[in-house]
């Protein structure tokens, strides 16, 4: 029965594990846990292909529970059932240590029913998610379980797996490889640090490879074939797709155009044009505001160039508006006032609108009122002093000018026109 290379080769100890040095190191917690055997309930979360189920199998073995998995994506209530059946009987008689992957696929219900025996410590949980846990794991298993992260390994960690793949298939076929330099280094980088992705990788090429001298050539030409894209983690529903966003937004915000354009690209390699369309929209108002106001005319004719145009040329217009706020000056005077005026609305701050202000109809027969308005037209520079804000609020200053050159230059605009200077 087949095998993949991965599976083959899985790590039996801690020690061949590689990368998540931040919890498995010689000082990381998750490590001292498992040496200690104490074992609490566990959740593990990142992406795949960080070594989550490898962990899990290697912590049972150490424990000496009986090792139960399941799959939320196929598994159900009446599988948990059926495992807690097995409790205090000849089958698991130091209890189960249960691997639940995905559990984020697990309904309210199906997580609950895990509650009485993981409490009573008849079962040791460890479930894996790469979603976010605090975001798709309800309170109750939560509370009752410790979160690690498990990142994205490194391609220096990534290589020494895919070096050990290399080795284990040239001594599984009788034949040594032909390595084209740089095929290592490129197949640890294109994984995107999911190590399963590489070793899937190392096998496809050795099965695909033609002999040459006796040797198995693999060629760079070959290695770029099976990692096409491979880099690329990405979900739009996920925890992945509002993190490329995040950091593009605040690549933005922060001024570096080289940074912004490579979560630019890394979006539109995935084929994602509206997302990146709709956050430079929201960056143009919120970042660059009234300090280039011109910035948003200009990025909604990018966006809509780019939407007609869609890939590969959308990148184009794309581009130029990413570099265009990327090197723009930057204030957020208006989304900070707003705030302050919406907070003030949410706490109940409002107060009556002032009379003079109110429509026309407000008085019915009182239109005398109307005349207090004084209609700012028909005075000297089109300003004239008069409340606006209810009485409540009337001193309540939410704009501040920016210190940026627009807004500098409007603030002494109305210095002068208001006499404050």
């Known amino acids: ?73 196929t598994a159900g209530i009446s599988d948990i059932k059926a495992i807690i059946s097995e409790l205090d009987t000849m089958m698991t008689p130091n209890g189960v240590l249960l691997y639940l992957d995905e559990i984020q696929y697990f309904n309210k219900k199906q ?39 498990f990142k994205a390994v490194e391609a220096a960690s990534v290589k020494k797996a895919v070096k050990r793949a290399i080795g284990y298939m040239e001594e599984k076929l009788g034949l040594k490889a032909s390595i084209e330099d740089e095929v290592i280094n490129h197949i640890s980088y294109a994984c995107g640090g999911d190590v399963r992705k590489a070793i899937n990788s190392v096998e496809l090429l050795f099965h695909a490879a033609g002999e040459d001298n006796g040797k198995l050539a693999i060629t760079m030409e070959d290695a ?71 910035a948003i005319s200009i990025v909604k004719a990018c966006v809509d160039s780019a939407v007609q145009l869609g890939l590969p040329e959308a990148m184009i217009p794309l581009a130029e508006a990413v570099i265009l706020l990327a090197t723009a000056p930057k ?53 004239v002093v008069q409340q606006y804000l209810p009485d409540e609020l009337k001193d309540v200053k939410y704009y501040q000018y920016g210190e940026n050159k627009t807004e500098q230059a409007a603030k002494k605009y109305w210095d002068l026109i208001k006499g404050l200077k």
């Open 111 to 149: 997580q609950q029913s895990l509650l009485e025996n993981i409490e009573s410590g008849h079962i040791c949980l460890i479930a894996s998610t790469t979603e976010n846990p605090y975001f798709y794991v309800y309170n109750a298993i939560l509370s009752r379980s410790t979160v690690f992260e």
């Open 224 to 294: 770029r074939s099976v990692s096409q894209r491979s880099a690329m983690r990405y979900d739009r529903e996920g925890d992945q797709h509002y993190d490329i966003l995040s950091a593009f937004q605040k690549s933005i915000r922060g001024s570096d155009p080289d940074a912004a354009l490579h979560y630019l690209a890394r979006l539109l390699e995935a084929g994602d044009i509206l997302s990146p369309c709709r956050r430079l929209l929201v960056i143009a108002a919120e970042d660059i505001g009234l300090a280039y106001p011109q």
């Open 331 to 383: 204030s957020n005077s208006a989304v900070s006032a707003i705030g302050r005026a919406m907070r003030d609305i949410r706490e109940g701050r409002t107060g009556d609108i002032p009379r003079h202000l109110k429509n026309l109809h407000a008085d019915g027969a009182e239109v005398t009122r109307v005349k207090e308005y004084k209609y700012a037209h028909d005075y000297k520079n089109h300003y």
């Open 1 to 73: 029965m087949y095998r993949p290379l991965a599976d083959e080769i899985r790590p039996q100890s801690l020690e061949e594990v590689v990368g998540q040095e931040h919890i498995l190191g010689e000082k990381g917690i998750l490590r001292r846990i498992v040496e200690k055997g104490n074992i609490p309930n566990l959740i593990f979360y990142g992406p795949s292909g960080t070594g989550k189920t490898t962990v899990a199998e290697i912590i049972a073995k150490k424990t000496k529970r009986s090792f139960r998995k399941l799959n939320a994506t």
